[in-house]
DNA sequence: ACGATGATAATCT
DNA sequence: GATTATCATCGTT
């Protein structure tokens, strides 16, 4: 056990900013999370979760400290941190980090990384370098393969408008994307025409 | 540096 | 059948 699952029992917009600095290992490989982004659930246009509990949304609502995994435009697997206590819906997602170590095992897994800087730039990008499957989903982050620890200490961060949201919650109405300012694993921020 | 575009499939309506 | 919490690649500055 390397952190009390109670401490993600609070909503992902108060968890999100705790988890930069984090260090997260799969399997050989160690991520430090540079960038995430809230998503609040059922009161939040941006989640999966607002228009309620179905067969994807279903790992929103189970216990905390466990991992959401989905699917994403037919090629990509995005994690997410489970937040809140088991029935309410809430998450963070890890969009960027910088392997620490297993770097090897990482260019293995995203041989298309033209360098180390890429390898969990984006957050398709980062399941790949830690080998994260859609299997992984509902996976407890305290047991194996998975290891969470905790950033120590509180680490400097800025908010923005999240990345790639359709619709409303993409505004800045939920600048809910948190990251360390900075870091290269940082992905750049894109505005996203609507139509 | 940035913008456009094709790839490709789980989930939901 | 539409939508999508994206990436790699190619083109242009």
Same mark, same amino acid.
């Given at each position: /056990?390397?952190? #009390? ?16 600095? =984090?260090?997260? =290992? $799969? ?13 609040? !659930?059922?009161?939040?246009? %941006? ?8 067969? $994807?949304? =279903? ?5 905390? !400290? ?8 037919? /090629? ?18 890890? $969009?960027?980090?910088?392997?620490? =170590? ?13 360098? #180390?800087? #890429? ?5 398709? $990008? ?5 080998? &994260?499957?859609?299997? *992984? #989903?509902?996976? *407890? ?14 680490? &400097? ?6 990345? %790639? ?5 993409? %505004? ?24």
């Amino acid at each position: /056990m390397v952190f #009390d699952a109670e401490q993600f029992s609070r909503p992902s917009l108060e968890m999100a900013p705790l988890l930069l600095g =984090s260090i997260l =290992s $799969r399997d050989g490989v160690s991520v430090r999370i540079t960038e995430v982004e809230a998503y609040l !659930g059922e009161s939040d246009p %941006g989640s999966h979760a607002f228009r309620g509990i179905t067969r $994807r949304t =279903s790992t929103m609502y189970g216990p905390p !400290g466990h991992v959401y995994a989905y699917f994403s435009y037919g /090629m990509h697997v995005c994690a997410n941190v489970v937040c809140s206590p088991e029935g309410t819906a809430s998450a963070v997602l890890l $969009r960027g980090g910088e392997i620490v =170590s297993g770097v090897a095992e990482a260019r293995q897994r995203r041989t298309t990384a033209r360098n #180390d800087r #890429d390898l969990a730039r984006g957050p398709a $990008r980062l399941t790949r370098a830690l080998g &994260i499957l859609l299997t *992984d #989903d509902t996976s *407890d982050l305290n047991a194996a393969p998975f290891d969470l620890e905790l950033a120590a200490s509180p680490v &400097i961060f800025m908010t923005g408008p999240r990345t %790639g949201v359709a619709g409303v919650g993409g %505004g800045i109405n939920f600048p809910w994307r948190f990251w360390i300012p900075g870091e290269e694993s940082v992905s750049p921020y894109r505005r996203h025409p609507r139509g």
